[in-house]
């Protein structure tokens, strides 16, 4: 669709402020190595490299700035960005999937946040508008809700440009204003989040890039560093006494050290998290540094993952994950999670308000080939002994070691094949996974893409199949069941096949 240009819709740019904001974030990426390197390298010339970097950083932020142009018209959203190869870009309301806005610290002093529209056409988000106020958000916002509800003119957003008086900006996500009130359903508590980072060990990333950063400088090489190096034995040797206690306690603080970067990390991404029911979509928020909101049309969901991990289930806490029709730019950025962590007991009440009918069914789950569980252990056991086989060949004894592991393998095949299961109910096919890792999946009727039959060589030869269930959602949106007997996976098949024919399907 490519309307005239009518004179009363005009082009606008981002905020003046725009090119100062980036400016200030290209600077602000570069103080934690600006300072390491003015404290360690002693003299070379990084500081040099480092400052002159900064010059095509800046020029870019301000190149893009006057590049990016966006005009709001009747029903689409037309964007003009690019500065070697111009973009003119149109999207309609109306084909908007989902709605993300976010705020750095740098973007809240200022007032401004990052608005991202998606659609179900690509990777990336149709169009980035990297620093807008709170004002022009929830414009673009409210036309958005208006074309979903099939509104015939746009609501009057002048209201929605001052919520409280003040000419500040609004806290996120209240983007559309008093037309749309919510509800919230739950709200993240501080302990969850910790727990949920706990034994994440994604501070291991952090300490990894350290690592990498100080090995780049040389920092190893000094003769600071290698007393340092030597004193560590003794200091802990003082206080354990022996070496087996050193190595015990060295491993205990790398793993109580690591779980509180994680922790921190979980915090600073997820604090406040909040989730709401706004009627026609789901709305997120949360963060501590970067704030974030998103908005999610409960309609464009495709496929619902309910994750278990280990060490979440004595806590009997679980994560909620939704994949909608052009969702990977959410993926990309981790924030397809509509609840982080939960309690277990909260997900019947939340899946009646998120997408009713998709119901946890409670005596229906079936499981899949009795011989399952004994396929899993052969092949566990001949690819062991491959393995065996081929490093013996290279360093002796030490090659059978990996055959210690292979009862808890054996354990593991076993138990993994008896949570394998599925569900049908009139509205929604589910599928469940894993033993360690439990995960289970939901998918509408009438969100159906494709049902089909997959079966390999080893399929055949054990007569089963695999059930695959497409969906419009580009990251993760399959739902698979696997070592089903052929003849139930292809008349489960036909069935959803058919079920799905008899349902319009609605973006």
């Not at 190096?229 to 306690?249: F, K, L, N, Q, Y």
Request: proline share 7%; net charge positive; charged share 20%.
């Amino acid at each position: 669709m490519m309307p005239s240009d009518p004179a009363h819709f005009e082009w606008r740019r981002l905020h003046p402020l725009s090119p100062l904001v980036g400016v200030l974030e290209t600077l602000a990426g570069y103080v934690v190595p600006l300072t390491v390197i003015l404290v360690f390298s002693r003299g070379s010339r990084f500081e040099l490299l480092l400052v002159v970097s900064l010059v095509p950083s800046v020029m870019i932020s301000i190149a893009r700035y006057l590049a990016f142009s966006y005009r709001l018209d009747e029903s689409e959203v037309v964007v003009r960005d690019g500065v070697i190869r111009r973009n003119t870009r149109h999207v309609p309301y109306e084909r908007i999937q989902n709605i993300d806005l976010s705020r750095n610290v740098l973007q809240r002093a200022f007032g401004l946040s990052q608005l991202s529209l998606e659609t179900a056409s690509g990777k990336e988000p149709e169009a980035v508008f990297k620093w807008v106020t709170g004002s022009e958000a929830k414009e673009i916002r409210a036309r958005v809700q208006a074309a979903r509800l099939g509104a015939g003119t746009v609501p009057d957003t002048a209201p929605l440009a001052d919520l409280d008086g003040s000419g500040a900006p609004p806290p996120l996500p209240e983007m559309a204003g008093p037309s749309a009130p919510h509800r919230i359903l739950h709200q993240v508590p501080l302990s969850d989040l910790a727990l949920l980072g706990a034994f994440s060990l994604r501070g291991l990333a952090v300490f990894g890039a350290v690592f990498g950063f100080g090995w780049q400088l040389g920092i190893y090489e000094t003769r600071e560093f290698e007393s340092w190096v030597r004193s560590v034995p003794e200091w802990w040797g003082g206080i354990v006494g022996h070496a087996t206690g050193i190595a015990i306690a060295t491993g205990l603080a790398a793993f109580a050290l690591t779980s509180l970067v994680s922790i921190v990390i979980s915090i600073a991404e997820n604090f406040g998290f909040e989730l709401a029911d706004a009627g026609t979509e789901l709305r997120t928020k949360g963060g501590l540094f970067t704030q974030h909101a998103s908005t999610i049309p409960k309609g464009r969901i495709q496929i619902l993952h309910l994750v278990s991990p280990l060490h979440l289930r004595p806590f009997h806490k679980v994560r909620v994950k939704a994949g909608t029709a052009g969702g990977r730019a959410q993926q990309a950025i981790g924030r397809a999670w509509i609840l982080p962590i939960v309690p277990r007991r909260e997900v019947p009440r939340l899946l009646e308000s998120v997408q009713p009918s998709a119901v946890l069914p409670e005596t229906e789950w079936k499981g899949v080939d009795p011989n399952a569980g004994r396929r899993m252990k052969r092949r566990l056991v001949l690819w062991t002994l491959f393995l065996c086989a081929a490093v013996s060949w290279k360093v002796g004894f030490f090659g059978l070691l990996p055959l210690l592991l292979l009862p808890f393998g054996i354990v593991y095949a076993d138990r993994t094949a008896r949570h394998l299961g599925y569900a049908i109910t009139p509205d929604a096919v589910f599928a469940r996974h894993g033993w360690l890792y439990s995960r289970t999946q939901i998918v509408r009727l009438s969100k159906i893409q494709t049902a089909s039959v997959v079966e390999s060589p080893f399929d055949r030869r054990w007569k089963m199949a695999s059930l695959v269930v497409d969906t419009a959602s580009p990251a993760g949106g399959r739902l698979e069941v696997p070592y089903l007997p052929a003849m139930v996976a292809q008349e489960l098949q036909r069935h959803l096949s058919r079920e799905a024919s008899r349902r319009q399907f609605h973006w």
